[in-house]
């Protein structure tokens, strides 16, 4: 399902890259190279076709970043305060309708995840839409009503931080998204990279690239 050029003018593509990663041993995952490239840039790749403008959220190695040609946004909230404080950040700077988000850890991320996303939104009449996996919502793939930022920098300035909590406080639509089970994969442990590593050659060979490419 290719993006309508109308509906992909709207949306800026957020990766966020903004936490501690400590399930990782503190590693940047983003940076981490995965089949001879970083895994931020498997995502920047796959988001580039659905969105007008990409931003990466990050609050460390900012230079690096910067290197893949991207605005960087770092929290303006300090203390690592999750996704929502990495989300409102980048709604701050994104000039489109819509912000659409996905971790830099997601190299499986669906081709098609904008489209599929912005068209649950208009069919729900919603404001926040999310994608379902089949087994539970993930909010870190979500598509946001950009007009929706005062409302969520009053709930962090309120100490709140819990994602699922601010998005139950507007229209929300689940997504389903159980046919891409691979996209929602945890990239925390060595042996789960070199799984990842191994299907994202597997995929580069079937297509006829080279992961170093």
């Known amino acids: 399902m290719s993006v309508d050029p109308v509906v992909r003018s709207e949306i800026t593509g957020v990766v966020l890259a903004g936490g501690r990663a400590t399930?990782?041993?503190?590693?940047?995952?983003g940076l981490l190279r995965v089949a001879g490239r970083p895994m931020v840039e498997h995502v920047l790749r796959i988001l580039r076709p659905q969105v007008s403008e990409l931003l990466i959220n990050a609050n460390r190695n900012l230079e690096r970043y910067r290197e893949f040609g991207v605005t960087v946004v770092s929290d303006f909230i300090e203390g690592y305060c999750g996704p929502l404080a990495g989300m409102a950040s980048a709604m701050k700077v994104a000039r489109t309708a819509y912000v659409l988000t996905a971790p830099c850890d997601s190299p499986f991320l669906s081709e098609d995840l904008a489209a599929r996303l912005h068209r649950g939104l208009v069919r729900d009449g919603a404001r926040i839409a999310v994608a379902d996996s089949g087994a539970r919502l993930e909010p870190v793939f979500a598509l946001v009503d950009r007009s929706l930022l005062p409302?969520?920098?009053?709930?962090?300035?309120?100490?709140e931080r819990k994602i699922d909590r601010w998005?139950?406080?507007?229209?929300m639509t689940r997504v389903d998204f159980s046919d891409e089970p691979g996209m929602f994969s945890n990239l925390n442990t060595p042996q789960e990279l070199a799984a990842a590593e191994a299907m994202l050659h597997t995929r580069a060979a079937a297509s006829g690239r080279t992961g170093g490419e």
């Open 23 to 29: 399930r990782m041993g503190g590693e940047d995952k």
């Open 151 to 159: 409302s969520l920098l009053a709930y962090l300035e309120s100490g």
């Open 167 to 171: 998005y139950a406080q507007h229209p």
